[in-house]
């Protein structure tokens, strides 16, 4: 298998807090490697790293043969960034932001290329419209086209979706495995199960370490684990109470929503079938799932 980056042994941190601990890995080429775990492990950190945009204190590593620590602006000119909200002027249209950012980036055949991301990823009817008017799902869109107008080697998505519809989410994906399948390397952070189930490859990750790295349905069958989502009242306590149970890996309360993830196991089991009739339960053995956001499932709304 080609690699486009690996690392080794790689370390980072901020302010005495260490965001990264002896990461080693490698992400294939032309593949979806999908980034989960909970807001905090680091994975925002180690991608920016692997594209040259952190720089990281410790450790080696090298992204489409080019060494990240010697040459990271070299680095960077092979990579596209979604993650940086890029800025589209509101009272120009989509074309000539567009136009616009692809001269300032001094993209060869500016106007062609333009032409042909627009036909790409269907966005001719938003062709005269101002950024001004763009909602949340078209910008998802006309971000995508923005941060791939040099045609990158490798795509950095930081939670792209966040705040868009089912419906632009999965135009999104459906973009994502398109410019996969013509050879481009993409980096995603999810919190969606959909989307993690998705990637070709997963980096799990939590407090800055690497759990485990690999296909994605190897991991999913090694984790093995099942979820319970339970609404109610008073979560915290009940989050403390299954938090001392030997068998639960991890619990996280999201929203209105205790997740309780483990081992499929008498113990859990017992625990969750005990609780009152005033708490509205939920199982999952999507071990994706599980994965995700801390080891908890995380609700995909419409």
């Not at 080609?2 to 990461?23: H, P, Q, T």
């Not at 680095?75 to 932001?97: F, H, Y």
Request: proline share 3%; aromatic share 4%; glycine share 8%.
């Amino acid at each position: 298998m080609e690699y486009s980056i690996e690392l080794r042994d790689v370390n980072k941190s901020f302010g005495g807090r260490r965001a990264i601990m002896d990461a080693s890995l490698r992400i294939p080429a032309g593949k979806i490697t999908g980034f989960v775990g909970p807001e905090g492990s680091g994975k925002t950190t180690l991608m920016r790293i692997m594209c040259g945009l952190e720089r990281p204190d410790s450790g080696a590593g090298q992204c489409c043969g080019i060494d990240i620590f010697a040459k990271p602006e070299q680095v960077r000119s092979l990579t596209g960034d979604m993650s940086q909200n890029i800025s589209l002027v509101e009272q120009l249209t989509v074309k000539e932001n567009l136009l616009f950012l692809a001269k300032s980036r001094s993209v060869p055949y500016a106007q062609k290329r333009v032409d042909e991301l627009i036909t790409e990823l269907n966005v001719e009817h938003l062709c005269n419209t101002l950024a001004l008017h763009l909602n949340s799902d078209c910008k998802l869109r006309v971000s995508l086209a923005a941060s791939i107008l040099h045609a990158p080697k490798v795509l950095i998505l930081d939670e792209p979706t966040a705040g868009v519809t089912l419906a632009a989410r999965q135009a999104f994906w459906q973009a994502l495995e398109r410019l996969s399948g013509a050879g481009m390397t993409i980096l995603v952070s999810t919190h969606y199960s959909d989307e993690a189930e998705r990637c070709h490859h997963l980096v799990r990750m939590v407090n800055g370490r690497l759990l485990s790295c690999g296909p994605a349905q190897t991991i999913v069958h090694s984790l093995a684990l099942t979820t319970f989502a339970i609404r109610g009242p008073d979560l915290l306590s009940l989050k403390c109470q299954f938090s001392g149970i030997k068998e639960v890996e991890q619990t996280v309360i999201f929203s209105n929503t205790l997740y309780v993830t483990g081992k499929q196991c008498d113990g859990l089991l017992s625990a969750v079938r005990m609780l009152p009739v005033r708490y509205q339960i939920e199982h999952t053995s999507s071990a994706i799932a599980a994965s995700v956001a801390g080891l908890a499932t995380h609700k995909v709304s419409a």
